[in-house]
């Protein structure tokens, strides 16, 4: 009865009476702006302090669903729900200082409050408000990242509402008058002054530097855009190889890194930010040619056309045998008028035909040797060839003809880059190739190999964010309306292409130069053509002397 009592005094004193009254009222703004059932929070309310605040919001909210959690006793902890609104008493029965920031940790962790936006309100009485270990605690809830979050501080007789002000700096005072809107405004929006810290390493095309020492990339550009619409800037701390940037237990100004990964620890020390495009697995084979000399001197001309080639050389030969006599003899005027007009279309079209021809010849000098290699999947199958990776898990769940032909990297054996078809991320495949065939034992560029770009397997690509950053909510919705939107892939695709200009080698250009040079090879159907021609003129040496035999042989 005396419990009853003093619950009575507690609840009807004027003090309780306008913080019911707030609570409910913007709670029930909050909620209504929720697109979702929500699930509201509720940690430490056992005290004596605000022990009547459940029961109060129970009976008077109908809408929400309440969990309440006593974080100095023993708890079970609830499965993952959507809790945007947590209400959270600080009273003088609290922790003392060293463990306020683990405890705050523990309930944020509790509830799955960590990479979302949610609204915080903290309860407390007023001679706890001017204790040090209050400013510990709005110190604790800033450095857990925290923003949405207002302070209200209750006496027997009033309440009054803190918060923190735009840019998150400052404690300020509010009415308890004004809306949800007000205590909580969009401090997300407008980010001026705060830039994003990012970490990146030369991971081309997604960051690298160019010729003039610049970070560029197609991460940095996508940052930009989002920074850009935040009102703010981002600074980039680069380094050539990718560094451990989040530990547990350890603070950091880095919001987020470039770094791209799949692998997944149980409770990582970061949020997972999907940013950057699937990674895509596909299967790079050795070009390989197979040299083809008498095909190439059919190929300048169709068909059709050495039909009509063949038509006039016939013609053109029975007319020199034969109608040429007949019209000299018979016809000497016909053959006057008909007989030069014939020989300069005859060596017109012999002009034409040959410039053509050896236009056409010179211009396919490459055809003297056919691809041998597979150029799709299809095609890899029938082939004989292994596949090279280091990381043979990757592949346990793809096609068991594809899994069957991987072999492990031998050190003991010289690598021999003809023999084995390479694994390789599909957008990354110039830009790796070397350092991938570097580790095999002997480097080579991508103009050695062919990318069959048929993803084999695909997984999900993450980056780390900073998990007590507020900022990572709002930055993975930036990210996947500009995925949408299909300007992701497009500054994939477009910084791919730079990537390969910033980066081509001298080895590299070497190779590209000498791929568009003449070499004797070039010269061999030439060769053949000539070939050919001293066998035609030896063949018909060889009818002449037989037919002026057989003349004479008649004439006697």
């Known amino acids: 009865m005396k419990q009853f009592q003093l619950q009575f005094v507690q609840e009807h004193q004027a003090g309780n009476t306008i913080l019911i009254s707030f609570l409910l009222r913007v709670i029930a703004e ?11 929070g509720l940690a430490n309310f056992n005290t ?25 006793k023993s ?14 008493t600080f009273s003088k029965h609290m922790v003392p200082h060293s463990t306020t920031q683990s405890q705050l940790n523990n309930i944020l962790q509790t509830f799955n409050l960590f990479a979302k936006e949610k609204k915080v309100i903290v309860l407390v009485k007023a001679p706890v408000a001017i204790r040090q270990d209050f400013f510990a605690l709005v110190k604790a809830y800033e450095t857990l990242g925290v923003i949405d979050i207002i302070y209200l501080i209750v006496t027997d007789d009033d309440l009054s509402v803190v918060g923190m002000n735009m840019a998150s700096t400052t404690l300020i005072r509010y009415n308890h008058s004004d809306k949800a809107q007000t205590l909580f405004p969009d401090r997300l929006a407008n980010l001026s002054s705060r830039p994003y810290y990012v970490a990146c390493y030369e991971d081309p095309p997604t ?14 550009a996508l940052i930009d855009i989002i920074a850009k619409h935040q ?43 999907q940013m950057s495009p699937m990674f895509h697995w596909c299967i790079a084979v050795p070009r390989q040619y197979r040299r083809i000399l008498h095909e190439q001197v059919v190929w300048p001309f169709a068909i059709d056309l050495w039909v009509l080639a063949g038509g006039l050389v016939a013609f053109f030969a029975l007319y020199q045998s034969v109608l040429a006599r007949i019209l000299a003899t018979r016809c000497p005027t016909v053959y006057s008028i008909v007989n030069i007009p014939l020989q300069t279309l005859k060596i017109l079209l012999l002009f034409l035909l040959s410039e053509y021809y050896t236009a056409i010849l010179s211009s396919n000098l490459g055809l003297s040797q056919l691809p041998a290699y597979p150029k799709t999947l299809t095609e ?10 280091h990381h043979r898990r990757i592949l346990t769940e793809i096609q068991s003809q594809i899994s069957s032909r991987v072999v492990v990297v031998n050190t003991t054996q010289p690598y021999e880059p003809s023999q084995f078809a390479i694994l390789q991320l599909c957008d990354r495949f110039r830009h790796t190739i070397g350092k991938t065939t570097k580790l095999y034992g002997k480097q080579t ?3 050695q190999f062919h990318l069959i770009a048929e993803p084999i397997r695909s997984l999900l690509s993450l980056s780390p964010f900073r998990k007590s950053s507020p900022r990572f909510s709002r930055f993975q919705q930036y990210v996947s309306r ?22 081509s080698s001298g080895e590299e250009d070497t190779d590209e130069r000498n791929t568009s040079m003449l070499e004797l090879d070039h010269f061999v159907p030439v060769f053949i053509n000539g070939c050919y021609l001293y066998i035609v003129a030896f063949a018909v040496f060889i009818m002449e002397h037989a037919v002026y035999r057989i003349q004479r042989a008649f004439n006697n």
């Open 48 to 72: 004596g302090d605000f022990d009547f605040i459940p029961a109060q919001l129970g009976k008077r909210v109908s809408t929400a669903t309440f969990l309440n959690i006593d974080f100095n």
């Open 207 to 220: 960051t690298f530097k160019d010729k003039n020492n610049k970070t560029i990339g197609s991460a940095i």
């Open 482 to 503: 500009l995925n949408e939107a299909g300007i992701g892939d497009y500054l994939w695709r477009q910084w791919n292409e730079k990537a390969s200009d910033e980066l």
């Open 445 to 447: 560029s991508h103009h």
């Open 75 to 88: 708890y079970k902890k609830p499965s993952a729900t959507h809790m945007p609104i947590l209400l959270h």
């Open 380 to 389: 890899f199958y029938l082939t004989k060839l292994s596949i090279m990776y």
């Open 30 to 40: 909050l909620h209504s702006n929720q697109s979702n059932p929500a699930t509201i």
């Open 231 to 273: 009102s703010t800037n981002a600074r980039y701390f680069y380094t050539q190889n990718a560094e451990t940037v989040f530990k547990h237990g350890q603070t950091t100004s880095i919001d987020l890194a470039t770094y791209r990964f799949i692998r997944i620890i149980t409770y990582p020390p970061y949020s997972l930010l």
